[in-house]
């Protein structure tokens, strides 16, 4: 079983940058596909980005390509996720999600075994 802890969140202007983190421990990250979600209040959560086990392929939101990009470092067991342009819209809890390495991305946040606890980002307008 991995746990994962989120970091890097906080209050940004809109058009900033902001870099969230997601560290793992337990497990070694190379046994798992990393994704991003994102929860803003009264909202279902929804997929931002996904990497896969080795960094070798990744995928994005519509509302996000271009914007952000996830990254992975597996000898640090850490993920990353890179948020430029921020807009007001971006505002949500952040949560890292691991689930078992396989050629299929994922899209859904059910398809993930293993969350972590989520990091706050706020965009002012």
């Known amino acids: 079983q991995v746990q994962l802890v989120e970091s890097g969140g906080g209050l940004v202007q809109a058009g900033g940058s902001l870099r969230v983190s997601c560290a793992a421990s337990?497990?070694?990250?190379?046994?798992?596909?990393m994704g991003w979600f994102r929860q803003a209040p009264g909202k279902e959560r929804d997929f931002v980005a996904e990497?896969?086990?080795?960094?070798?392929?990744?995928y994005y939101a519509d509302s996000v390509k271009g914007r952000f990009t996830i990254s992975r470092d597996n000898a640090k067991n850490t993920v990353y996720l890179q948020m430029n342009s921020l807009k007001p819209e971006d505002t949500a809890l952040y949560y890292c999600a691991a689930g078992w390495a396989r050629s299929i991305p994922r899209f859904t946040a059910k398809e993930y075994a293993y969350w972590g606890q989520g990091t706050q980002v706020t965009v002012s307008s």
């Open positions: 337990g497990r070694t990250l190379t046994s798992y596909d």
């Open positions: 990497i896969n086990w080795s960094g070798s392929r990744s």
